[in-house]
T-cell receptor, first 113, second 115 residues
Framework: AQKITQTQPGMFVQEKEAVTLDCTYD???????LFWYKQPSSGEMIFLIY??????QNATEGRYSLNFQKARKSANLVISASQLGDSAMYFC??????????FGAGTRLTVKP | DAGVTQSPTHLIKTRGQQVTLRCSPK?????VSWYQQALGQGPQFIFQ???????QRGNFPDRFSGHQFPNYSSELNVNALLLGDSALYLC??????????????FGQGTRLTVV
């Protein structure tokens, strides 16, 4: 069964506007971690933000914030003030306990000037 | 501080051949994981190495094997290559023990094309 679902294959956003990338997950483990990675065309996965299942507050890292809704099992990434350099693939991933990461299919974000 | 380095960056092999990909983890890291990323898909976990032993394995056939050396670097070997093995192979390093909040640092990957 798919553990991580990203329903938006592609998204467009105007430069300087905010954009939300969706991610839902499936787990019965009470302890898990959620990650967002950015993958530019070069291929390297760049870590953006982390949210733990027991964290009370939504994670923020600069222009990135994570809208964590535990009951709905969603962990949406919000990018504020989009820049042209934000154009890339974005992946949501989950780690349950000591297990390795499981990734979603990704969302391709294109920032328009 | 060197990040995760992978070699080669690109590789073309013929169906049926064998291939070896290499990874040096980020300085100070002792755990290496390998992922396969087919075109248009997310990375799929192959296996994880710590203390020169395979600790976890994803749903990949035995044609995929690995090794970790005492200096923590790692190799991924794929035998009897199939056209479907064409993908970007990503190496990620982290610190043991792996927990829910363990961040993985990725290399730029090796793009393997099987013809």
């Amino acid at each position: 069964a798919q553990k991580i679902t990203q329903t938006q294959p592609g998204m467009f956003v105007q430069e300087k506007e905010a954009v939300t990338l969706d991610c839902t997950y499936d787990t019965s483990d009470p302890s898990y971690g959620l990650f967002w990675y950015k993958q530019p065309s070069s291929g390297e996965m760049i870590f953006l933000i982390y949210q733990g299942s027991y964290d009370q507050q939504n994670a923020t890292e600069g222009r990135y914030s994570l809208n964590f809704q535990k009951a709905r099992k969603s962990a949406n990434l919000v990018i504020s003030a989009s820049q042209l350099g934000d154009s890339a693939m974005y992946f949501c991933a989950m780690r349950e306990g000591p297990n390795d990461m499981r990734f979603g299919a990704g969302t391709r974000l294109t920032v328009k000037p | 501080d060197a990040g995760v380095t992978q070699s080669p960056t690109h590789l073309i092999k013929t169906r049926g051949q064998q291939v070896t990909l290499r990874c040096s983890p980020k300085s100070g890291h002792d755990t290496v994981s390998w992922y396969q990323q087919a075109l248009g898909q997310g990375p799929q976990f192959i296996f994880q190495y710590y203390e020169e032993e395979e600790r976890q394995r994803g749903n990949f056939p035995d044609r995929f094997s690995g090794h970790q050396f005492p200096n923590y670097s790692s190799e991924l070997n794929v035998n009897a290559l199939l056209l479907g093995d064409s993908a970007l192979y990503l190496c990620a390093s982290s610190l043991w023990p792996v927990g829910v909040n363990t961040e993985a640092f990725f290399g730029q990957g090796t793009r393997l094309t099987v013809v």
